[in-house]
Every structure is written in C-alpha cells, then in structure tokens.
C-alpha cells in the first residue's frame, strides 16, 4: 500500500500562499485602454504602445467589447472590469452591441466603459463620418462638395452635419420666420397645403427637398417634390391623411434642403441621387475644422434577451461624449403624433438592469438622446448634459406597456437626477425634455430643463381612465423654463396624464412658459389624470396658467405659489359628475378680472377649492375687484356662497423678494397663518 505523505508547515505554508495569489489576481481589478492610436490586434492591456510597437492599446471600443466577453466568460472569481477609453475622437464602424456577455457580476463589480477626462474634454464616440471636400467650382459665395457614394447606392442619407461643436444649417426658405398657410390643410391624400403663390418658386421643390410644417403640438416633414407655378396650392403625395386636429388656418412652415435655396454662409444640401454633399464655406473659429456627417442612427444598444431570458445587468458608461447621430424619415414623409414619439434614442437600453450613466454629455444626435425602454429597471442617469438634439433628452418606458406585462418586461425604478438638458426639438419640435411613458416608481430630481419647443417632463401615456402601469412616480425639484418660446401650442411645464395613484409633484420651479396659440402652463393634469398629489411647486410667467386641469379625478393641488401668469391663474377645462381635485393652501398672485379661466360649472362636490391666499397688487385687498369666472356676477362673495374658498383671503402674500418668487413668503405671511407650509425653490435644478 502506498503511503500518505503528510505536507509539513513549510510546504502547506508555501502552497496557500500561491493559491492566495491566484485568487487575488482573479479578483483584481480588469483594465482594458482604448486609443485612436492604438490596434486592435494587440492585447489592450497597456495604455500606450510598448517601444517595440507590438503591444498596446485596442483601437475601437467593439474589440474592448469583445475583449469583455472573453474574460467575462472564463473568469471564476467576480471582480469589475473597466474599458478605459482614452482621450480623443473614436469613429463608430457601427452600433456598439451590449448584450448578457457584457453583464457585470454585481453592482460591485460592474462593467464599464470610461473615459479618461483630460483638461475637462471628455473622449467623443462618434457616429458620424469626416467628409473629404473639394472646394466648389459654382459661382457665387465659396464654398465646398464632398462625393459620398454610399449616398447614390442608398445605404446612407445624412440629415445632419457638424463643424466642430455645431450643426450647420441645411439651405432654408425663408432664411428665417415661417411661412404661414392660407388656411387649414386637407383631410385627403394626397394633402393640399394652401399657399400664397408669390412665396414659393418652383425650382425650390426638387427630389431632396422637404417642407416642415409645425401645427399645434406635432410636426410634419413632408417631401416638396413639386410645385406648379403660380399654384396656390402645395400638393403633397403622402400616404397618411391629415388628423381631424390638425386644423389651424395659419400653420408655419418653411423649405429645407434646397439648392435655390443654399445662399447663406453654412448652409449645405445632399442631393441623394448623385451622391453629392455641397454647402457654402462656414464663417465662424469653426470654418477651418473637419465637416462631419452624422451616418449611424443608434450609436450604443444594451440589449437583454426578451422578458424571462437573461437581462443585461451592472453595466455603467461615464465620463464619454456620445455625437453624431442620424435620424431616418419614411420615403413619404412623416406626419408626427406628441412628443415625437415615433424616434427612438441615440442609446438605447432594452432588457437591462442595474446599470448607471454618470458625467456623460449627449450632443448632436438626430433623434432622442437616451432610451430606457421595456424591461430597464435600477437604472441611475445622473450629472450628464444633454444638448443641441434633434428630438428630446431622455425617453423612459414604452408607450404600450400595460399591468399584464410579466415583471421582467416592466420598466420602474429609473433615477434620473442633476442633468443639464437644452437646446432640444431641434429637428422635431413636440419632441420632450423627458418623456416617462407606462413605467412606476420612478425618481427624477434636481435636473434643469430649458430651451425646447414643447413639455419640459412629460409623465404618463393613457387617455382617460384605464388603469396603467404609471404609477408612485416623483418628480422633484427640477428647475424648468422658458420653453416653446412661441413656437407650439398645449404644453406644459410638468404635463400628466392618465391614472397615476401615487405620483407626486412636488418642488418643482417653473417659469416662462410662452406657447404659440393656447396652452402654455406650468403644470398640466390632461385627460385623465387622477390620484396625484401637486405641491410646493413654484410658477409663474406662464402665457395661460400656473396649473390646469383638462379633466381628471381626485388630484390634490396645495401649498404651490402661481404668479404672473397671464391669461388667467388657474384653468379646469371640463367638468365631470366625480370630484376634479382639491385645491388648498396655494398662493396665487395675478390679473383679479381673470383668476381662473375656462369650465366651473358645476356643484362644489365637483371640485372644492379653500385656505387659500388670492391677490392683485394693481387692486390690493378690496373683495369687490376680483372676479372668479368670466361673468360679472362671479364675485367674490358669489365664489363663497358656492361652497368655495370659505376660509380663504385677499391679502398680501409677503414674499422674501418681491422679484423672487422662487423665494417664498416670509413668516409673517398671511398664507402661514392659513397653514400654508413656506417653500423656497431656488435651489431646484442641477446640484453643484
């Protein structure tokens, strides 16, 4: 028999300590580097080339990509692994796919890619391409042509163009302001636009060219094919009519991508079917820089497998610039419905949990910066900046989501905190600054949205009363202003729809909301819109009011501050058999002739409104000034014989800064004493 051997102290001694040191390098920390100079045939696991030029970093993110999955897939012991990608610009081939080979081990040992910051520039993934010009031989104003033969064979279109840090415009008519219809479009196919003929010439419509059109809360982008001379009609052979909405007799619209109509300095057009890019020469620090063509429409997708199959999860981007996006339109144009909801995001996340975007800057993309789609749940956007898109910043959820979705395909706990988001809609006007569909629990806080032709924070997709799966959201202390700027119709500041039980607003200061037509308000109930609590929000400058309700049910309004808001204060569109909502312990400051507007008809169990603070200062404390409704007879005296405001006052609210009302009141306000609880809203929007 053979004979056991016992391992003495040394030699026990000296085998622990090697297996200690192969677990410890099991658990270490993975760094993988990618340069612009780098190669994808080395290792990546050095962050320079070594001197003899055999190793070094990757040169593309998809091969650190794949990189990932190899040592995901053969790695025992968790431990983080990190892609540092490293300063410059990296040119995307294609979409970067994420997918369940990606997935960290835990939140403590996440993937991620990062990127190495230098002088506060943060490295750029691009989707697009840099053009090679040639100066152009036509007469006039210099400028340039850049052959692409992608363009001719119709594998791309480019739609949008860069110069250093900006979008160049395409050649517009007129250069700027709007045309306006003789009155309402069609409601046939193919659609006639009424026009006056001495607007348009002929030679402006052509094979490329488009005609943009904005009405009331949508847009449409339509091919302008051909124009009879002297018509006073634009016939437009889309396959989608008109909506029966769509009806204003005076629509804005102007001509795009027209070579008659390239004559400023920037101004550019592609003509697909020779391939050829040709603009006139920029002014401008930028005018000497690479022109840059945006080709991929989706820069990264971070995709799981269906619900009940494995999701992505603990995978985390930051400190990255992500640029150049493209946007697709059908051949025959496009009839936009709110929010431009038919474009999807730059990003898009589907099926993924556990996953974090820090520091990370959205710009020059065609459509909406970030998706977090079905199935997104524990995901955290934060400290990132979204600008100069073509649509919106973030699009959270999916419009169809409904209760019976199993658990794995429901998108809910999102945060989305300290973001800078502007210069958005810059393509599709009704485009939102966020844009939460049919998701819960959600939090979005401390972001500052301005600049946008529509809603700064849109919440909920179900008109009227089924129940949805939007619900317990809160949205607080974001700072929202000067949005449409005259350029749509009904928006909001914050704007909610649908059975929502369990979202609260609260916090929020909005201001300088100035729609086209009708509807611009701070706070915005639409169709439907129940259980929600609104409260110490701060409004004011708003074109038709701090808060209104088109119809909804059991929806609390207490202890908001709405100010200087013009056509009237408050609004409530419809009245309904149930309750609308109750209205307390607000201070509302404005025109006493027109504090509220629309619909208040009906009994006091309809709505109920009390403990509430209401002034004027061009008529001051005198009851017999203020009128609650349209009619003369809608005193004050006639408002509290309805049941309403019985404990109510006409007072001086006493702000800390008459100029402020972000500020509040001082203690010795009135509206304290009627248990208003005091707010001060000047430190909503981003944390620094």
Not at 10 to 26: I, K, N, Q
Not at 187 to 193: G, H, N, Q, S
């Amino acid at each position: 028999m053979r004979q056991l051997r016992l391992m003495t102290p040394r030699v026990f001694l000296s085998g622990l300590v090697g297996l200690l040191a192969c677990c410890s390098h099991l658990r270490a920390e993975t760094i993988l580097f990618v340069s612009p100079a780098g190669n994808d045939q080395w290792s990546g696991r050095q962050e320079s080339a070594n001197p003899a030029g055999t190793d070094g970093p990757f040169a593309t993110v998809a091969r650190a990509l794949e990189a990932v999955a190899t040592i995901r897939r053969s790695r025992i012991a968790p431990a983080p692994l990190e892609v540092r990608i490293l300063p410059g610009r990296h040119e995307l081939a294609e979409t970067l796919h994420v997918g369940p080979e990606h997935s960290g081990y835990s939140p403590d040992a996440p993937v991620t890619l990062r990127g190495v910051v230098v002088q506060g520039e943060r490295p750029v993934l691009s989707g697009g391409r840099r053009l090679v010009t040639q100066p152009s031989t036509d007469s006039g104003p210099p400028g340039w042509v850049a052959q692409v033969p992608e363009i001719a064979q119709g594998k791309w279109y480019p739609r949008l163009l860069s110069q250093g840090d900006t979008w160049l415009p395409r050649a517009r008519h007129p250069n700027t302001g709007f045309f306006k219809t003789t009155g309402p479009l069609s409601a046939d196919v193919p659609l006639k636009i009424p026009i006056q003929p001495a607007e348009l010439r002929p030679e402006l419509a052509g094979a490329d060219t488009w005609l943009i059109m904005w009405q009331k809360w949508s847009d449409l982008h339509l091919p302008f094919t051909r124009l009879d001379p002297g018509a006073a009609q634009a016939v437009i052979p889309t396959r989608e009519a008109r909506p029966f909405w769509m009806d204003e007799p005076d629509a804005r619209y102007w001509i795009e991508n027209s070579r008659a109509a390239m004559d400023l300095p920037g101004e550019w057009v592609v003509e697909g079917s020779s391939g050829t890019l040709r603009g006139l020469t920029a002014t401008g620090p930028n005018r000497a820089l690479p022109l840059v063509a945006a080709r991929l429409s989706t820069l990264i997708e971070i995709h799981g497998a269906r619900a009940g199959a494995e999701a992505v999860h603990d995978f985390r981007l930051e400190n990255l610039t992500l640029a150049d996006a493209n946007y697709d339109l059908p051949a025959g144009g496009l009839i936009s419905p709110q929010a431009a909801v038919f474009l999807s995001g730059a990003v898009h996340v589907q099926h993924a949990v556990r996953g974090r975007i820090t520091n990370c800057r959205f710009t020059r993309l065609g459509g909406y910066g970030l998706e977090l789609a079905q199935g997104c749940q524990h995901w955290v956007v934060e400290r990132s900046e979204f600008e100069q898109l073509g649509a919106g910043a973030l699009r959270l959820g999916v419009p169809g989501g409904n209760l019976q979705d199993p658990p794995a395909a429901r998108t809910h706990n999102l945060t989305i905190t300290d973001n800078e988001i502007h210069q958005l809609g810059l393509v599709f006007a009704p485009a939102c600054g966020i844009l939460l569909f049919q998701a819960s629990s959600n939090h979005i806080a401390h972001n500052q949205i301005h600049d946008l032709a529509y809603t700064g924070i849109s919440v909920g997709w179900t008109w009227g009363y089924a129940d949805s799966p939007c619900h317990h959201n809160l949205i607080e202390s974001n700072h929202i202003h000067h949005l449409s700027q005259g350029r749509l119709s009904d928006m909001g500041g914050i704007y909610l729809l649908g059975p929502q039980p369990g979202t609260v607003v609260r916090g929020n200061w909005i201001h300088d909301v100035e729609s086209y037509r009708y509807g611009g308000w701070g706070l915005y109930t639409d169709e439907g819109s129940t259980g929600m609590l609104l409260e110490g929000n701060v409004v004011y400058r708003c074109k038709d009011a701090g808060f209104h309700q088109h119809y909804g049910r059991d929806n609390t309004i207490r202890n908001n501050i709405l100010v200087d808001n013009r056509n009237h204060s408050v609004m409530r569109t419809r009245s309904e058999a149930h309750r609308s909502f109750w209205f307390t312990n607000n201070i509302i400051v404005g025109p006493a002739a027109q504090l509220l507007g629309s619909d208040w008809t009906g009994t006091t169990n309809q709505f109920w409104s009390d403990a509430n603070l209401w002034f004027d200062p061009k008529v001051g404390p005198d009851p017999s000034g203020y009128r609650f409704g349209p009619k003369a007879e809608n005193t004050w005296a006639a408002w509290q014989k309805r049941g309403q405001d019985a404990h109510s006052v006409i007072a001086d609210p006493l702000w800390v800064d008459p100029t402020r009302p972000e500020l509040g009141v001082r203690p010795d306000s009135p509206a304290v004493r009627l248990g208003f609880q005091p707010v001060d809203v000047s430190h909503a929007g981003v944390r620094r």
